[in-house]
């Protein structure tokens, strides 16, 4: 199974912005959906964006969309989230995942299930 590592994370005041990168251990991006996902304390881990192994579709949460940027490698080996205008909401630990079915055409996938291969997480703090 791909091995998954998150880096990027920190503190950044109300309006910053971070970049989380993925790492992925093999080349999986080019051939697997790569999605994100954030829990915050006490809460469900919730979907935050997907791309899929083309590169050409990608799809956001309401709550990101407009502020947040899913991108890839073109080699599949690492994974981006551009995060920007960011808010004390959107605190949380981010964690970066990889599809169940290479090559798969179809709704994007916004399910925890849809996803097997999941990093440890990288926290995020937005202060005030």
């Known amino acids: 199974q791909v091995r998954l590592v998150e880096s990027g994370g920190g503190l950044v005041q109300a309006g910053g912005s971070l970049r989380l990168s993925c790492a992925a251990s093999e080349r999986t991006f080019n051939k697997y959906y790569m999605g994100w996902f954030r829990q915050a304390p006490g809460k469900e881990r919730d979907f935050v964006a997907t791309i899929d192994w083309s590169g050409r579709i990608q799809y956001y949460a309401d709550s990101v969309n407009g502020r947040f940027t899913i991108s890839k490698d073109n080699a599949g080996i690492t994974g981006y989230l551009q995060m920007n205008s960011l808010k004390t909401e959107d605190t949380a630990v981010y964690y970066c995942?990889?599809?169940?079915?290479?090559?798969?055409?179809?709704?994007?996938?916004?399910?925890?299930?849809?996803?097997?291969?999941w990093g440890q997480g990288t926290q995020v703090t937005v202060s005030s």
């Open positions: 995942a990889a599809g169940t079915s290479a090559w798969y055409i179809g709704p994007a996938p916004r399910d925890k299930a849809d996803f097997g291969s």
